[in-house]
């Protein structure tokens, strides 16, 4: 079996990112469902056992930036970030997210 973290970054204040909600999905099944804690993390995420696959996590980012008071359009930029990254088995990837109202990047952390 393989594990999962994930992490996410407020580009803007460079600070963690509290209280983005995300999923976590396995083809169209809903996996996880989870909030960012003080630090930007979901701590419950790793105690998910996935096997080898193709999984794609959604982060509500347009929501959080706007529950920032950030200024934004309507409707904004960005609203859902979609990752879509495959895990192999017996491994453990952590996938941060670097967002911004405007754009967002991702890497396979350690």
Do not use: K
Request: one cysteine or more.
């Amino acid at each position: 079996m393989s594990s999962l973290s994930t992490h996410v970054l407020d580009t803007v204040s460079g600070l963690p990112a509290v209280g983005v909600t995300f999923r976590l999905y396995s083809a169209q099944d809903v996996l996880f469902e989870g909030v960012t804690n003080s630090d930007g993390r979901c701590p419950l995420l790793r105690d998910i056992s996935l096997s080898a696959g193709t999984y794609r996590l959604e982060f509500e980012i347009g929501a959080y930036f706007r529950g920032t008071h950030t200024a934004l359009e309507e409707p904004s930029f960005l609203d859902i970030v979609p990752i879509v990254f495959g895990l192999a088995e017996g491994r453990h990837v952590h996938v941060p997210l670097l967002a911004a109202p405007y754009g967002y990047s991702t890497y396979r952390g350690s």
